[in-house]
């Protein structure tokens, strides 16, 4: 398996804003990396580009070393070692499942007695060993799924790329499907791009998630730092739940970050920028009590099983908290925050109440944000 690296890389389809933005980032060697982000924001054009189904129009991708596209050379995707699993299946209809994962090696001249252990192997990899010789309209949407994920595998690619593979997919057979992949993956050790717009998938499957919006990388780290420490309005937002609000710095430092003024109080805060703009608030940072500094009302309160989720209205702010009692819309509720994370955002994504261009409800700032 190898390390795949693109270098400011950038697609440009018409004369409109790049589909893909000068992206630069580097998948280590079996590393698991998700890439994360809504629709349209250029996922696929990337896994494309690197699949080598599109020639870019500007930067670089190599893979264990070797330049498979730049501005002189293009590798064809044949040529690359690149496996690829689509949310769409795309099985041989009149071909059996073991005819199915054996078709890769037909095609590269591996001679029978190779292929037939080989097909055996990824069969028993992806747990289909039982079915290999049903056609594929005998299977479920996983099993069609895992015939794919077998065929990409047999060939021994030197990295795959998934592309929303489990899209189609019920949920109950996704969450089943996403342990099939993390199996797959610790037992080859195989280097994945696995591309998702399901924050829930990339933060549980990937090793690192690569947060991408409008055609560029905001931010790519473990998904406990996404969570804990995103780097601006849009990655707090679009990663795990809370709310972002803004924030005024007051110049004092603490061991752990600085003070800032959120909401009209001082607030000890997380963080490693001196001037933060913003925090994000998690339901971790808040602590429900009428000893606390701030007032809030209940607006929403659902039982998730062992504990109720709440929203509040806070001095006009929404935010997300975790309570072990049920509360009723209309109540007043002491809290405090404590260490949220305050950042800078060179350039926040504000909502037309903000002045800003609308770009959707799910990007503003000081709005409960996946409520
Ligand atoms: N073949 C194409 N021709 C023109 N525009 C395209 C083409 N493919 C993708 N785009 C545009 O590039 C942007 C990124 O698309 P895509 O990579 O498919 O996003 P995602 O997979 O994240 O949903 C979109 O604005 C899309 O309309
Ligand atoms: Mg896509």
């Known amino acids: 398996m190898a390390e ?62 070797d330049v498979m596209a730049d501005a002189t050379r293009f590798v064809a995707p044949e040529d690359r070692g690149i496996g690829i699993v689509f949310q769409s299946y795309a099985l041989w209809p009149h071909m059996s499942v073991a005819g199915n994962v054996a078709y890769p090696l037909e095609v590269r001249g591996v001679p ?19 079915l290999a010789g049903r056609m594929p309209a005998q299977l479920s949407g996983g099993q069609r799924q895992r015939v794919a994920l077998a065929r990409c595998l047999v060939f021994e690619p030197r990295a795959m790329l998934l592309d929303e593979p489990l899209a189609n997919l019920d949920l109950s057979l996704r969450a089943a499907m996403q342990d099939v992949f993390a199996q797959f993956h610790r037992r080859t050790g195989a280097t994945m791009l696995y591309v998702t717009h399901d924050q829930a998938e990339a933060l549980a499957l990937a090793d690192r998630v690569a947060v991408m919006e409008r055609g560029r990388i905001r931010q790519f780290a473990a998904p406990e730092l996404l969570y804990r420490e995103p780097a601006d309005c849009f990655v707090a ?52 009590g009428d000893d606390g500094p701030l007032r809030g009302q209940v607006t929403g309160a659902t039982y998730l099983g062992g504990r109720f989720r709440l929203t509040l209205d806070v001095a006009g702010e929404t935010l997300v908290a975790f309570a072990a009692q049920r509360a009723h819309p209309g109540e007043a509720v002491g809290l405090s925050i404590e260490a949220p994370w305050a950042f800078e955002d060179p350039q926040p994504v504000l909502g037309p109440d903000f002045g800003g261009p609308d770009i959707g409800g799910a990007h503003r700032t000081g709005r409960a944000l996946r409520a």
């Open 4 to 65: 795949l690296s693109v270098t400011d890389l950038t697609k440009r389809f018409d004369a409109g804003p790049a589909a893909l933005d000068a992206v630069s980032a580097t998948v280590q060697a079996g590393e698991f990396v998700a890439l994360l982000g809504p629709s349209g924001c250029g996922k696929t054009t990337l896994l494309r580009l690197i699949a080598g189904f599109e020639r870019p129009s500007a930067g670089r991708i190599t893979l264990g070393g």
């Open 112 to 130: 029978r007695a190779a292929r037939a252990a080989r097909v055996a192997e990824a069969l028993a990899l992806t747990g289909l060993t039982e």
């Open 237 to 288: 937002g679009f990663v795990g739940e809370g709310a972002v609000v803004s924030a005024r710095p007051t110049g004092a430092a603490t061991p752990e970050g600085c003070i800032v003024e959120v909401l009209g109080q001082r607030i000890a805060a997380r963080a490693r920028s001196r001037s933060p703009s913003h925090v994000s608030i998690r339901p971790e940072d808040i602590r429900l």
